[in-house]
């Protein structure tokens, strides 16, 4: 598996975190939730890669008022579902 890595200049690391383990959690978290929002990772996606399962995931974009990303496709594609089930 290849990897990318983002170097993080240290001062703008420790915005992120006390430790560096801790920024680097608090980075990728940030990454994951932008990456939910923009409505490219699924809930499921974003928290693996954010070390967290699903739900723990979920939690957190509740706690910040984050909107589930559905779009007027989405709601078209539901519509279709629905009207095909009639």
Do not use: H
């Amino acid at each position: 598996m290849s990897a990318v890595i983002v170097e993080i200049p240290e001062s703008f690391a420790r915005s992120f975190g006390l430790t560096d383990e801790e920024a680097a959690r608090n980075a990728r978290l940030e990454l994951a939730l932008q990456m939910y929002r923009e409505g490219k990772w699924s809930t499921r996606k974003a928290g693996e890669f954010a070390g967290l399962n699903r739900w723990g995931f979920m939690e957190i974009v509740q706690a910040r008022k984050i909107e589930a990303p559905y779009t007027e496709e989405d709601l078209e594609q539901d519509l279709r579902y629905g009207l095909d089930r009639v």
